[in-house]
């Protein structure tokens, strides 16, 4: 029955009879496709943490001001140490408050946008915060310098109103003041909420468009009052998008230290203390050891949000 | 067979997906020529059997030959078959005339000849004048139409359509039944049509293969399929029939075995009518009436045990609807000829629709 | 978040006035940008400034420092987006369809640049390259900028992909057209505006990353790097403000192109 005349296409090019074979085992084209990205990411990216870490397991002579590259566990005992263990407590509770701070900001807006814009409105809320996302994080860094400078706009306005006393005793406050709202704690902390909150908006508000105005509805239909629907109904369904806002709020917070670097005053945060260890100490065994800690915080935060379901409302 | 050459065969075809069993050893001919539907219930395996001749799937086994060529490790488009898509897949970024054009651009067709043969096909649909139109701009029934020509226009041996009717509404399903029958007459390609409508597969089709569980149950032309059922799933599924158990059967015919009866081949009589020679009755009472305009169907208890119900289609030639309401709970005799009678194969029925 | 009746079809006063708080509170700050580069003042942050001029404007145009900052800016955010357009590309073709092992860790290993604090990243890319003995180079930023940059390509022709109908792709095949055919005539036409949005997110994100750069740099400055060295400069102070303004305008048109492109595509 089977002929052995094919009715041949006329024309057989190479490329046709790559992509023959490339029908008869479709896992080809996916290496094909996917070994590009391998090779990039999964050799310069991981091979690059994997360097890092390994260098960890070094150490740095205090005499000679050498690395020592022998196996030890030295280094990575110095993370205990209690200026160490001081500036890890630091940034993860500043992460904690300015990912809370986020939330709490993001979702009436978020909120809003989902449930009650529409159309134009919609649409330029959506801008509306995308573009400070977007817009240069350095330059929204600096207008913060404006900002909170002890001549600025917030101590005019303190000026103005006659509040200048209560502004000073918030700088007074000892550990999170300063002299001025620029060179503080509450500065950093108020920079950060700014700078990342848009981060938070965003997923909230795609959690949120995923209700279905239908749920809602038949949650009144079935007698729940207003409150009690958005308790039980609407703040569970948008949760994973909270938590997938804190991804974003808390990872950045953690590695960042232009902020802590700008309006910080002398006690440091992680990526401060990276920074220090690697340039000026040139201690990057040490430097190395420390990027664990947020590696770690970020790997039980990402396991914690994958088992709450956050990745989809990414 | 028939002195027509095959164009279509399949060998003991199987497609597994894991543990599922989409196809499960088919074997099938169809002729060049033919009108040839695939009928089952979602899930049946028709599908996958279309996507196999098509290319898209691959089988785990078994032969797929077109005109005797084994295309085995054969791509879609290096397969003389195109299909329409039961969701039409026309590409969004093109017009209507760059749609069906595709086919043509793609072999090099010089551009002259591919616009006489596209604004030819495009009469055929009767879509002339609207090749500058996107989909997005035409109606379901249009499309539809662009899909069947941008199929066509390539002058395949088979044409393969996935329910291309089912997004369609009943009215407009009806008449595109007629125009694809017409078109496939024309053109004189081979049609396989899948579908799980029974009523369109028997009014289309030359032959029809009816599928359940990746298997087929029974091929043959409409009428065969439908007056001679082999198994209780094809009497169930292809119109309605009423299955009588092999206890209910014995005391009727006398016979152990399980039969079909379509309820239009029933006679409503009175209880002391005269049996004809060469029939067979039983006795029962009416339960249910439900009148349907032009015709008028009775669930009839029968006086068996177990007691089993027989549905009686009559036509509602000198009956009203008032009069046909009367006979609820009278006694009535049922008579129908013995020819009529099927004996099926006990195969699993199958509710409307499965997954 | 009070429970009156009218809670389920209007927004309450409560509601609306914290969403416009928290606008404002996102575009103040931008604002005042705008202010300042045309403030007199040379050497503090008064407000509100005590006159206004253009005069900054003319500095900054005499800076070459700023230009050939912003013109290493501009070609390492092209040419870091052109790889990430190609390898995000081939990575959300791999991975729509099929589901194969390990389909979830090519994901995460995807958005781990960018999910990681950045400062791991830069720290990363460093030793590596003090092990490997690389000179720091335009092609050092490069690498480091493609390698977050992948993620933004990678997220949206995925999603595009996903809303594609894959029977086109059939379709395409069934009717004659090769693998590259169909790339060609069906899918790359279909992806090309998320392709467009991703590839301008990518330039945005590149444009305006410091903290990686930072360490993959060497002496070279980036526009972002000339920025944070600005801001330990008071006596700048007028010529920061000036290029801050330009900054913040010039970032603008790839976001709102690449809003453009997303939008368009979703309304069909």
Redesign the interface.
């Known amino acids: 029955m089977t002929s052995a005349a094919p009715p041949l296409p006329e024309r057989r090019s190479f490329l046709h009879g790559v992509s023959v074979v490339l029908y008869r085992y479709p896992f080809l084209s996916i290496i094909a496709l996917l070994l590009p990205i391998l090779l990039w990411i999964g050799v310069i990216y991981l091979g690059s943490l994997t360097a890092m870490l390994a260098q960890g397991f070094f150490y740095l002579d205090g005499f000679t001001g050498r690395i020592v590259r022998e196996f030890t566990l030295r280094t990575y005992q110095e993370l205990l140490l209690q200026q160490n263990i001081d500036i890890f407590l630091r940034t993860i509770l500043m992460a904690a408050s300015v990912t809370l701070t986020c939330a709490l900001l993001a979702f009436p807006l978020a909120y809003f946008m989902a449930r009650f814009a529409s159309g134009r409105t919609k649409a330029l809320l959506y801008l509306g915060v995308m573009l400070p996302l977007w817009s240069s994080y350095l330059v929204r860094i600096y207008a913060w310098k404006l900002i909170l400078a002890q001549e600025g706009i917030i101590g005019w306005l303190a000026n103005a109103l006659g509040l200048t006393g209560v502004l000073d005793a918030v700088l007074s406050i000892p550990g999170i003041g300063g002299p001025s709202l620029s060179f503080s704690i509450v500065g950093v902390y108020l920079v950060f909420v700014y700078i990342w909150l848009p981060y938070m908006i965003l997923p909230i508000n795609a959690a949120l468009e995923r209700v279905p105005k239908s749920v809602i509805e038949a949650s009144g239909d079935l007698g729940a009052r207003p409150g009690y629907t958005f308790r039980r109904i609407i703040l569970p369904l948008a949760f994973p998008g909270v938590v997938a806002g804190s991804i974003f709020t808390f990872s950045l917070t953690l590695g960042d230290y232009i902020i802590p670097g700008v309006f910080g005053n002398s006690s440091y945060f992680i990526g401060q203390a990276v920074l220090v260890q690697q340039g000026t100490a040139g201690n990057i065994p040490l430097a190395a050891a420390m990027t664990v800690v947020p590696i770690l915080v970020m790997g039980v935060y990402l396991l914690g949000a994958r088992w709450l379901g956050a990745f989809d409302a990414l | 067979m028939n002195g027509k050459s095959v164009a279509v065969?399949l060998?003991n075809v199987r497609r597994h997906f894991g543990e599922v069993k989409a196809v499960d050893d088919v074997s099938l001919d169809v002729y060049d020529g033919e009108f040839f539907s695939m009928l089952g219930p979602s899930g049946s395996g028709k599908t996958t059997c279309l996507r196999l001749i098509?290319?898209?799937e691959?089988p785990s086994g078994g032969?797929i030959?077109l005109?005797?060529?084994?295309v085995g490790?054969?791509?879609?488009?290096?397969r003389?078959?195109?299909?329409v898509?039961?969701?039409y897949?026309?590409?969004?970024?093109m017009t209507v005339g760059r749609n069906v054009a595709?086919?043509l651009m793609?072999?090099r067709v010089p551009k002259a000849e591919r616009e006489r043969r596209v604004g030819e096909m495009l009469e055929l649909v009767r879509l002339s004048g609207m090749e500058n139109r996107k989909p997005?701009q035409l109606s379901g029934g249009q499309r539809q139409r662009v899909a069947l020509a941008?199929?066509l226009v390539?002058r395949p041996s088979v044409l393969l359509l996935d329910e291309p009717l089912g997004a369609l509404d009943l009215k407009l399903r009806q008449q595109m039944q007629i125009e694809l029958k017409n078109i496939q007459q024309q053109v004189g390609i081979t049609f396989i049509y899948v579908t799980h409508d029974q009523e369109e597969a028997l009014t289309m089709s030359d032959r029809l293969a009816v599928f359940n569980h990746g298997q087929i149950e029974q091929v043959g032309s409409p009428a065969e399929v439908y007056e001679r059922p082999a198994t209780t799933f094809v009497a169930g599924f292809v119109g309605t029939s009423n299955v009588i158990d092999a206890g209910v059967a014995r005391q009727i015919v006398g016979e152990a075995a399980t039969l079909s009866i379509r309820p239009e081949k029933i006679h409503l009589s009175s209880p002391d009518a005269a049996v004809p020679a060469e029939s067979y009755s039983v006795h029962g009472t009416v339960q249910d009436v439900v009148y349907l305009g032009m015709y008028t169907r009775y669930l009839v208890e029968l006086e068996t045990s177990p007691r089993a119900h027989l549905a009686v289609m009559q036509q509602n030639l000198e009956t009203t609807s008032m009069d046909v309401l009367t006979i609820r709970g009278k006694r009535v005799q049922l008579i129908w000829r013995r020819d009529f009678t099927r004996t099926l194969q006990r195969t699993e029925i199958v509710e409307e629709s499965g997954v | 978040m009070r429970s009156d009746a009218s809670f389920v079809n209007r927004a309450g006063i409560g509601l609306r006035a914290a969403s416009t708080a928290v606008l404002i509170f996102l575009h103040f700050p931008i604002l005042l940008i705008f202010l300042y580069a045309f403030n007199t003042e040379e050497a503090a942050y008064t407000f509100p400034p005590p006159g206004l001029t253009f005069d900054w404007f003319g500095v900054l145009l005499k800076r070459s420092d700023f230009w050939n900052a912003l013109g290493l800016s501009l070609v390492v955010a092209l040419v870091s987006t052109m790889i990430a357009v190609v390898l995000g590309t081939l990575a959300a073709l791999a991975i729509y369809r099929s589901k194969f092992f390990g389909r979830d860790a090519i994901s995460l290993m995807i958005i781990l640049p960018i999910a990681l604090p950045g400062i791991v990243t830069g720290i990363a890319l460093r030793s590596a390259l003090n092990i490997s003995g690389l000179n720091f180079s335009f092609w050092t930023i490069v690498i480091g900028h493609a390698t977050f940059c992948v993620v933004t390509v990678y997220n949206n022709v995925v999603a595009r992909l996903r809303r594609t109908n894959y029977s086109q792709v059939e379709a395409s095949m069934d009717l004659g057209a090769s693998i590259w055919q169909t790339f060609r005539y069906v899918i790359l036409p279909n992806i090309a505006t998320a392709l467009l949005a991703g590839g301008m997110l990518s330039f945005a994100l590149s444009f305006d990353e410091v903290i990686v750069t930072t360490f993959t740099a060497g002496q070279q400055q980036t526009l972002p790097i000339w920025i944070f060295s600005q801001l330990q400069r008071p006596r700048d102070r007028p010529v920061t403000n000036v290029a801050a303004l330009f900054v913040v305008a010039t970032t603008l048109v790839p976001i709102l192109l690449a809003y453009r492109f997303t939008r368009e595509s979703g309304e069909t």
């Open positions: 065969s060998v098509a290319g898209f691959r032969q030959l005109h005797g060529w084994d490790g054969v791509p879609p488009y290096d003389d078959v195109n299909t898509f039961q969701d897949a026309l590409f969004p970024h595709y086919g793609i072999k997005s941008r199929a390539n």
